[in-house]
């Protein structure tokens, strides 16, 4: 939001330099992007998140942080219309078709301005910010929504044909806006209409129908609060996003509208002449000012830094929340007794309809909210949210919980619904009261509304579910009163925020935390990738880190970056193999490696790759057979594949592929066949035997079959098979292999004759196999 | 035998070289376990609840538009950070908690020297009967202190928003005599707390989240974010 200083300055005096304020802001309030000098003026670029949208999207809103900030009073915008202009009375008829998704409307009408350019003060803080100046009338809305954060539309009363209708739009309706787009809204938009066509799309954009010419004579000004959630959606939907529908969507109050309808008229009259009618004023639920408790040992508990009460409550004095001591438990028996006799109304709002209408549980939430402590909604989650007591414990204050078996209203519940979501109470509950001591207790009745009765003598408590105490606190707690504005402030954490920045992060000290140090679990992933890493940089591949987005797969994305990049890889090989082509301008021998996720028909796995420059089977497969011998995996085997050239497998679960130049694996099946401890097996003092064996075999034989049976053949002295020679004779289709075959006695130094006796027999296993040829 | 030259080179044995991104994490694990902190890991294809929604972050609020998302056509989404981590850890465990999570994490972001729509976060969570923002502070400067290997580094909150933590702040660091912003950072906002079914009255602690990639780029003097994923070996074989 762009914020000019000059226009700041209207509210507060003595405000200190720009660098000074931007500075100030940082530490306290909101993170500024930039400033920029502009002519006299200095205009801040600030980061208003959408936490502070409902109070700072304006001048004023600002204006109020610095001010609490630096301990600046704040002169407010003034607006005196009832002493200064003759007030007439209205024409104007306005009918609200949607309760829920405009929570208030305001109206009025002025007649026989003069619509002309602004002064120059005005376009000049107009300006500031970027916006255009348009005509007096047009720019005091906008002012008006800059300063105060409230948007405001204009209609030439003229134009308007029977009165303001705020509905949804009907099928094949259209409406032509201010900027000339033709717009179809669809029947969920909600649409500001006259009783012949459109004239805004509400919150959103105006139209061209009632638009002010520099021909209006008459007026009608609209201040309104309208729902963000449709708001938010309409303009996504339309595409459009104004200065209107962000302040909406991100929520205001509806109290705001009022200020904001006084501010723009008495402007108005000011700058374009012309005579007032009263508002009209659409707004059947108010809502009651929020309470929220606190106490300085909060502070203290969540930030570790001790505030005094006196400086949280000036805090909170300067950000406009209302500060009343009091004692929780006498304020909750006082408020409660007072409230006898208020009807019932099942599903009370705590918001809306309190104090006026309660039930039984909207009764006791409101009584304690009002007391600086904030339960649950319903009664099943107060029954869980308080702590437990016995019935011979009962204290003032207390809670008491039945079943009263349906004979109030509504519904007997079995679990709870917000707070701890989904713990269970098997007897069911639905009712509650607040125990005010002697055996009376106070609750609210569908036939009596609330009603103060003896405990034991009660029907609705019957059947007792138990005795719950929501606040232990003794002695004084702050209850706030939240500024309506401030939407943003609902709990005890959000005020202890409220005090902390304004207090001043950099006073709080570091502290390191004080309770005891479990041992960390070992996360297995993180220790074996760390050992593939070794293993792998140690056979002298490096590691690379690719793009997870690539341009074939089976899981695409709704809204790619790129048209190349609308797919989740589904291997690391692909992208390892592209790595090699591009590195291949500067490097000769290439070996690199990948450790990451890959979504293969849409499954996320974690994968490990390698891949290098050369062409080598042997050599690829040397690599992968190192690492899962370093990982402790031992009884692997390679298999034919149709589309790789082998499988790695153990048992029958396949631990991936190798091509001729890479491998793949699935990381995850590593980590769950890995062995960490390596079993030390005794060095043998007898000497061992070395002997070779070659032979010749039809080319398709592979060396598995062979080894298989030289070992099968040869038993228990038989330490080591190493194949170190192979060649294909292409022409008599045939291959030969020769083996280095180690011999290693445990008890007694071999024989010549007991080896020569083995090898025999080798041979003649060979040689059973009619086409195989040992060659002696 | 030849007279041996000691200052002609040796031969070297071939070697490979481990990604600067690991390097950094390798750190960063390192010293967070030595605080007790464990490992935790979850997926990069995430659903909206743990996203966002059982992060206090509901379905058209304007605080969703601080994340620009890819979604899947599946329905799911690349998680926009790693705070999900934090969700599913909690799902699975009971309080007292001490984690952090490393992962990569995506952004729907244009790209050039500063942004990548790929990047690698550190998230972490640190919940106890007494766990405070002075403690989060202390925490943070330690853990800044060991990975610069820089006693004289500071660190300072300012007020920020995440819907996930309340207070929420930003933390910046001081390093070489300038300020910068480093991490994310608050108390876990009782509302997550309790959607895990974790009293807040009883439990309450910190979170953070910070960028890897930018950790890296300060420790290594890196100005371009697109070197980590170009696979380029000149680049590699310098760590």
Known sequence: ?776 | MKKIDVTAPGKRPERGYLHPLTLVQKKAIDIFTSMGFEVAEGPEMETEYYNFDALNIPKNHPARDMWDTFWLKNGKLLRTHTSPVQIRYMEANQPPFRIVAPGRTFRYEATDATHEAQFYQLEGLMVGKSITLANLKAVIEVFFQKFFNDKNIEVRLRPSYFPFVEPGVEVDMKFKGKWMEIAGAGMVHPKVLENMKIDSREWQGFAFGMGIDRLAMIKYKIDDIRLFYGSDLRFIKQF
Not at chain 1, 252 to 279: C, N, Q, W
């Open chain 1, 1 to 776: 939001m762009k914020i000019s200083y000059e226009w700041l300055k209207l509210y507060l005096k003595g405000l200190p330099k720009p660098e000074k304020v931007a500075e100030i802001l940082e530490m306290h309030a909101f993170e500024v992007e930039g400033i920029e000098k502009k002519n006299k003026d200095c205009v801040f670029d600030i980061s208003v998140l959408p936490n502070r949208a409902h109070d700072c999207l304006s001048h004023i809103g600002v204006a109020r942080e610095i001010g609490a900030i630096m301990k600046l009073k704040i002169r407010n915008p003034k607006h005196e219309i009832r002493n200064k202009f003759k007030i007439i009375n209205s024409k104007l008829k306005i009918q609200v078709d949607e309760p829920n998704l405009c929570k208030r409307y305001i109206g009025r009408i002025i007649e026989g301005v003069k619509v002309g350019p602004s002064p120059k003060w005005l376009k000049e803080k107009l300006e500031a910010i970027g916006q255009k100046s348009i005509n007096n009338i047009v720019d005091a809305t906008n002012f008006v929504m800059f300063e105060v954060g409230q948007p405001l539309h204009a209609f030439d009363a003229d134009k308007v044909e029977g009165g303001i209708i705020v509905r949804k739009a009907k099928k094949s309706e259209k409406i032509t806006t201010l900027d000339n787009q033709e717009i179809a809204p669809d029947e969920s938009v909600l649409i500001i209409a006259d009783h012949k066509g459109l004239l805004a799309i509400a919150g959103i954009k105006g139209g061209k129908k009632a638009e002010i010419t520099k021909d209006t004579k008459n007026i009608i000004l609209e201040a309104a609060n309208f729902e963000q959630t449709n708001i938010r959606l309409t303009s996504r939907k339309i595409g459009l996003r104004t200065d209107s529908s962000l302040r909406f969507e991100n929520g205001i109050t509806p109290e705001l509208a009022e200020r904001a309808m006084d501010r723009v008229t008495e402007l108005i009259l000011k700058i374009a002449s012309g005579k007032a009618g009263s508002k009209i004023d659409f707004y059947p639920r108010k809502a009651n000012g929020f309470k929220i408790g606190l106490h300085p040992k909060d502070v203290l508990k969540i930030l570790g830094v001790e505030i005094n009460e006196k400086e949280i409550i000036n805090i909170l004095n300067r950000l406009g929340f209302g500060i009343k001591k009091i004692e929780p438990i006498k304020n909750v028996l006082k408020l409660a007794k007072g409230l006898t006799g208020k009807p019932y109304k099942y599903g009370a709002s705590i918001t809306f309809d309190s104090p006026n209408h309660f039930d039984c549980s909207s009764f006791v939430s409101y009584v304690f909210a009002h007391s600086g402590v904030q339960i649950p909604r319903m009664t099943v989650d107060q029954y869980f949210f308080g702590k437990s007591v016995e019935m011979k414990e009962i204290k003032l204050g207390d809670v008491v919980f039945s079943n009263s078996k349906q004979i109030i209203n509504g519904v007997i519940h079995y679990e709870s619904k917000e707070f701890m979501k989904g713990t269970k109470i098997k007897e069911g509950i639905d009712h509650c009261g607040i125990y005010l001591g002697g055996g009376k207790i106070i609750h609210t009745i569908n036939s009596k509304g609330a009603v103060i009765e003896n405990l034991n003598k009660s029907k609705q408590f019957r059947n007792l579910r138990g005795v719950r105490r929501m606040s232990e606190s003794k002695g004084d707690l702050l209850l706030a009163t939240v500024p309506a504005e401030r939407l943003d402030i609902r709990i005890k954490e959000d005020l202890i925020e409220e005090v902390a920045r304004i207090y001043g992060y950099g006073k709080i000290k570091a502290k390191l935390p004080e309770e005891t140090i479990i041992p960390a679990h070992r996360n297995y992933n993180v220790f074996y990738a760390d050992i593939v890493r070794n293993i792998m940089t140690g056979v002298g591949f490096s590691e690379v880190y690719n793009y997870s987005f690539v341009n074939k797969g089976n899981l695409a994305l709704v809204n790619p970056i790129a048209k190349d990049k609308g797919f989740m890889r589904t291997n690391l090989t692909d992208g390892l193999n592209a790595s090699v082509r591009e590195n291949s301008r500067y490097f000769k021998d290439i070996k690199i490696f990948e450790i990451g996720k890959i979504f293969y028909n849409g499954v996320e796995t974690i994968s490990l790759a390698g891949a290098m420059s050369s062409v080598d089977f042997y050599a690829i497969k040397g690599v992968v057979e190192t690492l899962l011998d370093k990982l402790g995996i031992d009884d692997y085997y390679f298999h034919d594949t149709s589309d790789k050239v082998a499988d790695a497998r153990v048992g029958n679960i396949s631990l991936g592929t190798i091509d001729h130049n890479s491998f793949e694996l699935n990381f995850e099946m590593l980590v769950k066949m890995a062995e960490e401890e390596a079993e030390y097996r005794p060095i043998s003092k007898f000497p061992a035997v070395k002997r070779d064996i070659a032979l010749f075999v039809p080319i398709e034989v592979k060396v598995d079959e062979v080894q298989d049976i030289i070992e099968n053949t040869a038993g228990e002295l038989l330490a080591d098979t190493d194949l170190f020679d192979i060649y294909e004779d292409e022409k008599n289709e045939r291959k030969s292999l020769a083996f280095h075959l180690v011999f290693q006695p445990h008890s007694k130094t071999l024989e010549e004759k007991e080896i020569n006796d083995l090898m025999d027999k080798i041979f003649k296993a060979l040689e059973s196999n009619s086409e195989w040829e040992v060659r002696k």
